[in-house]
Antibody
Framework: EVQLVQSGGGLVQPGGSLRLSCSAS????????MNWVRQFPGRELEWIAH????????LYANSVKGRFALSRDSVRNSVYLQMNKLRDEDTALYFC???????????????WGQGVQVTVSS | EIVVTQSPATLSLSPGERATLSCRAS??????LAWYQQKPGQAPRLLLY???TRATGIPVRFSGSGSGTDFTLTISSLEPEDSAIYFC?????????FGPGTKVEIK
């Protein structure tokens, strides 16, 4: 089955760090662009990070730039989101999403992980 | 940053009725727009991309139209399982941005 399984969420104090994992099964993660999206308690969705399939292009939303970092492990078929200097406003449900291209060349976030909760609070 | 808005915020309709959801981008995005359905406790599910292309396994009652700045998701005949929040996402430029969602309630 093609799926993304996430782990690593939890409760952390402001200023702390967490690493989220996104493990792919049924496909090779390094053949796809991968993205991270978070959802705030009020349901708003925010795209936060993108890694191209080559790994050469990594982009971040301004809200996380300089604090979050993407990485990939091809052997474990996983991507990771290292989150540092966490703030109260980073509290959200975090999703990883596969960016897939169809035969006509159009892309879409077609497979999503189940989401993990990150709560930043003292 | 392209700002995406959606209307209405909530739509309450009966089974069998037609639902029309709107999405508007603050700048032209061509057809680089996708629609997602999200149910409580679940991840968003891709419905349509490139404004009108149905994703694999999506029923034909879901259709999309529009280009430029104004887009529409139509559910031709509502089923009880269509109760959800529907989001649009522009992927024309960085950062990718989502609309705030339309909640569809089935009476």
């Amino acid at each position: 089955e093609v799926q993304l399984v996430q782990s690593g969420g939890g409760l952390v104090q402001p200023g702390g760090s967490l690493r989220l994992s996104c493990s792919a099964s049924g496909f090779s993660a390094n053949r796809f662009n991968m993205n991270w999206v978070r959802q705030f308690p009020g349901r708003e969705l925010e795209w936060i990070a993108h890694m191209s399939k080559s790994g050469a292009d990594i982009l971040y939303a301004n809200s996380v730039k300089g604090r979050f970092a993407l990485s990939r492990d091809s052997v474990r078929n996983s991507v990771y989101l290292q989150m540092n200097k966490l703030r109260d406003e980073d509290t959200a449900l975090y999703f990883c999403a596969r960016d897939s291209q169809d035969a006509a060349g159009y892309y879409a976030f077609d497979i999503w992980g189940q989401g993990v909760q990150v709560t930043v609070s003292s | 940053e392209i700002v995406v808005t959606q209307s209405p915020a909530t739509l309450s309709l009966s089974p069998g009725e037609r639902a029309t959801l709107s999405c508007r981008a603050s700048e032209r995005v061509g057809t680089s727009l996708a629609w997602y359905q999200q149910k409580p406790g679940q991840a968003p599910r891709l419905l349509l991309y490139d404004a009108y292309t149905r994703a694999t396994g999506i029923p034909v009652r879901f259709s999309g139209s529009g280009s430029g700045t104004d887009f529409t998701l139509t559910i031709s005949s509502l089923e009880p399982e269509d109760s959800a929040i529907y989001f649009c996402l522009q992927r024309f430029s960085w950062p990718r941005t989502f609309g705030p969602g339309t909640k569809v309630e089935i009476k």
